[in-house]
């Protein structure tokens, strides 16, 4: 049974940082596609970084580019969103996810997300 983690969200102010963790389970970690995704009250679901380490595939979003970085520790299964110079913009769930195809695909499975407030 896949099972993802996330923690380390919470109240930060604009210029702060940030790390989010998901802990991750019942999945080989480098067969599936994993990314983070971030919803913003009355917004849609938007994807923030994602990356197929099989196929050397990598994806972070314009809107966080400089800013935040997507890193992981196989040994561990545990993957990281690392968030600098966060903006009141970046305020959102934060959800990690993985699947066996590509980010984001109707097989994706989803963690339970991470509040992340970030105050001017």
């Known amino acids: 049974e896949v099972q993802l983690v996330e923690s380390g969200g919470g109240l930060v102010q604009a210029g702060g940082s940030l790390r989010l963790s998901c802990a991750t389970s019942g999945f080989n970690f480098d067969d599936y596609a994993i990314g983070w995704f971030r919803q913003a009250p009355g917004k849609e679901r938007e994807g923030v970084s994602c990356t197929i380490t099989s196929e050397g595939y990598t994806y972070i979003a314009d809107s966080v580019k400089g800013r935040f970085t997507m890193s992981s520790d196989n040994a561990k299964n545990t993957v990281y969103l690392e968030m600098n110079s966060v903006k009141p913009e970046d305020t959102a769930v934060y959800y990690c996810?993985?699947?066996?195809?590509?980010?984001?695909?109707?097989?994706?499975?989803w963690g339970q997300g991470t509040q992340v407030t970030v105050s001017s």
């Open positions: 996810a993985v699947s066996p195809a590509a980010c984001g695909t109707p097989d994706t499975y």
